[in-house]
């Protein structure tokens, strides 16, 4: 019903120091033709190692919220273009049935190719959790709390832009 329906929180999450960034990455998003099927709109910047989230419609995107990321190492890159946000879970499990690897808070962006948190063991420890550095398989890495913002507020269907 409408009272229980998903609403994708809106507000800002920058602080003063993120004005120059604002200006640049909206003004880049809003000079094109740039549209998403929802009012969510993901920009990752490689070059930066940088995750970019905006709230709004074509030519009015607001920057809402950014943050650290790790793309793919050069054997195995991170794909770039444009997609849409797929499925989503909790977790999966990765690696060999010796050294299982966990990753929390997925969300699809195409295929195989995901958002989701650094890298845990079973038991909850961190094995890699270092970000701004090209060394995954070509996922988008991202801090737990980071990866479950993602999750919680980007609705199936948003467009993401990976360059």
């Known amino acids: 019903t409408k009272d229980n329906m ?17 200006s640049t990455y909206e003004s880049k998003l809003n000079s094109g033709e740039n549209t998403s099927s929802t009012n969510n709109y993901i920009l990752v910047d490689l070059s930066q190692q940088r995750v970019y989230i905006f709230y709004g419609a074509m030519h009015n995107w607001k920057l809402i919220n950014n943050f650290s990321c790790g793309s793919g190492k050069d054997s195995t890159p ?8 797929g499925v989503k879970g909790l977790h999966f499990k990765s690696g060999t049935s010796d ?9 699809q962006i195409s295929g195989n190719y995901l958002f989701h948190s650094i890298l845990y063991d ?32 980007i609705p199936i269907g948003s467009t993401i832009w990976i360059e």
């Open 6 to 22: 998903y609403k994708p929180a809106t507000q800002s999450l920058l602080n003063a120091n993120d004005t120059t960034i604002e």
């Open 78 to 85: 991170t794909v770039t273009g444009h997609f849409r946000i």
């Open 99 to 107: 050294a299982p690897v966990y990753c929390k808070y997925f969300t």
């Open 122 to 153: 079973k038991y909850g420890n961190v094995i890699d959790g270092n970000l701004g550095a090209v060394e995954s398989h070509g996922c988008i890495r991202l801090a737990l709390e980071n990866a479950k913002y993602i999750y919680d507020n």
